[in-house]
């Protein structure tokens, strides 16, 4: 007999749900956006997303459970993200979830969302060896972790101050490519010249696997006023602003070489910056896999140059899966069903939950 699973996600602005069959089989998966909601904010106001939540949770779910062809009778267990994130959507998802188990007498499972990202890796590559490292990246999260074995994790290194993703956004919003920006750059960034600009490597005290993004962010910005290209720059932006569902055609043509030199040396710095750490980490804990999970996992050039290091075999989620959804939590809940860690109704939101 199947194990289903039904995952429910609302940790930032997707409200997503999903049924997975015995952790691997994604039965249906079903995604809400919010970006048109807060693109013309330049990020994710979180009594919007909570507001945005209430409206799709019931729809979204529904959805979700009609494209699996299953009922509420037929689950095994529902699962539900605690956190870590904004607390008023979690709560969203959180309550939701009780009300279901409850209704239905299902078991509630709590999953950590950093760790949902992790499996969205795992329920399709089963055959990652341990001990493995693995790189949680968006625009919320920076974490490298040692997995030591299935459900065993360690971190070992963080972000001391931007995510990655968010380095890339608010070089983005600089720049006057909207939000979200980071798929923007990630875009335009093979039109320029990826050693045109250098910027200097991180240099910090203590943990050499932790990261720091907010210096080279600044360096982004220092290195327009340098050139004394802020006139120009604001020319270009507001031929930008009318573009905010542009083609990459229609944003080469905005955009001139100066300006795609700088994205391409930036998004080869990040890339760089990550793929470093990850690597010092794998020598570090001897492991010869590592995952790359989150939203950044999408990038192209991420993905690239990750195929150039020798020795380590890197790992990323399918695109669908980069991103916030719920197939990732349905699957985390998997071997926590089989060891019977269930949640009680008592559960509670945790915008600042740890995976250890």
């Not at 499996?119 to 060896?129: A, C, G, K, Q, W």
């Not at 569902?245 to 100066?258: C, G, I």
């Not at 150039?308 to 071997?335: K, Q, V, W």
């Amino acid at each position: 007999m199947q194990t289903n699973i039904l995952g429910i996600e609302s940790s930032c602005d997707e409200t997503a749900a999903a049924v997975v069959s015995d952790g691997e089989q994604i039965r249906s998966s079903v995604v809400a956006s919010q970006l048109a909601t807060h693109a013309k904010y330049g990020g994710v106001v979180p009594e919007l997303a909570s507001r945005e939540h209430l409206r799709a949770i019931v729809p979204v779910v529904r959805q979700a459970l009609v494209d699996a062809g299953v009922e509420l009778h037929d689950l095994s267990a529902i699962a539900v993200t605690s956190g870590p994130g904004l607390v008023g959507s979690l709560l969203v998802g959180i309550s939701y979830a009780k009300a279901l188990s409850y209704a239905s007498n299902v078991p509630l499972i709590a999953i950590n969302h950093v760790e949902g990202h992790i499996h969205s890796v795992l329920l399709e590559n089963p055959e990652v060896r341990f001990p493995a490292g693995a790189l949680v990246v968006s625009g919320g999260h920076t974490h490298l972790f040692e997995i030591r074995a299935a459900g065993e994790y360690r971190l070992i290194g963080k972000t001391r101050d931007d995510a990655a993703g968010e380095a890339f956004d608010k070089v983005a919003k600089l720049l006057g490519f909207g939000y979200p920006g980071g798929p923007v750059i990630d875009k335009l960034a093979p039109f320029g010249d990826a050693t045109a600009v250098r910027f200097s490597p991180v240099k910090m005290k203590g943990n050499p696997l932790d990261f720091s993004f907010s210096g080279l962010k600044t360096a982004v910005l220092r290195w327009t006023e340098r050139h004394d290209v802020n006139a120009d720059l604001r020319e270009e932006i507001q031929r930008r602003k009318q573009l905010r569902k542009a083609s990459v055609d229609d944003w080469l043509k905005v955009t001139p070489q100066r300006t795609l030199d700088l994205l391409a040396s930036f998004q080869r710095t990040v890339i760089e910056e990550l793929l470093r750490r990850v690597n010092l980490a794998a020598e570090e804990i001897g492991a010869e896999s590592a995952i790359i999970a989150g939203g950044v996992a999408s990038n192209a050039g991420l993905r690239k140059q990750a195929l150039a290091y020798n020795g380590l075999r890197f790992y990323f989620p399918a695109p669908e899966l980069s991103t916030d959804n719920a197939a990732m939590i349905a699957a985390a809940a998997f071997p926590k069903f089989q060891a019977k860690e269930f949640a009680g109704l008592e559960l509670k939101a945790q915008a600042s939950l740890v995976l250890a």
